[in-house]
């Protein structure tokens, strides 16, 4: 799945910040961990924060895994929409020179230039 980062255009510098919450009870007058709470306890509610937290290594902006996600689904919609065009265009050059290139060779054509769009 791309990532794209939602301020900038990177799309290949981040730091991954995988989080694991661990419930404790911590003594109310002096903040000292007294235990781990069990997730049996009824006064417990489980955890809702994200378990990924992704933060641009370009521009630095820290958000939800999912926001740097959709911005990498549109991006690479768009590099595609880009992509569609392009190998039609050599095609029809590369028949009147009869150069076919081989499906593998376009391919790695088309990763080179999606190469030259990321930062
Ligand atoms: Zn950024």
Redesign the pocket.
């Known amino acids: 799945m791309p990532y794209a980062?939602?301020?900038?255009?990177?799309r290949m510098r981040f730091y991954r910040i995988e989080q694991y919450p661990v419930a404790v009870k911590l003594d109310p007058q002096t903040g000292e961990m007294m235990e781990q709470v069990s997730p049996d306890d009824p006064l417990l509610i489980p955890y809702r924060g994200e378990m990924v937290r992704m933060q641009?290594?370009?521009?630095?902006?820290a958000e939800n895994e999912s926001v740097f996600a959709k911005r990498g689904q549109q991006t690479s919609l768009q590099h595609h929409a880009q992509n569609v065009q392009q190998p039609f265009i050599s095609k029809t050059m590369n028949i009147g020179q009869h150069q076919l290139l081989p499906p593998a060779a376009m391919s790695d054509n088309r990763s080179n230039i999606n190469k030259q769009f990321r930062l």
Do not use: F, L
Request: overall charge positive.
């Open positions: 980062c939602p301020n900038c255009r990177n641009c290594g370009v521009c630095g902006i």
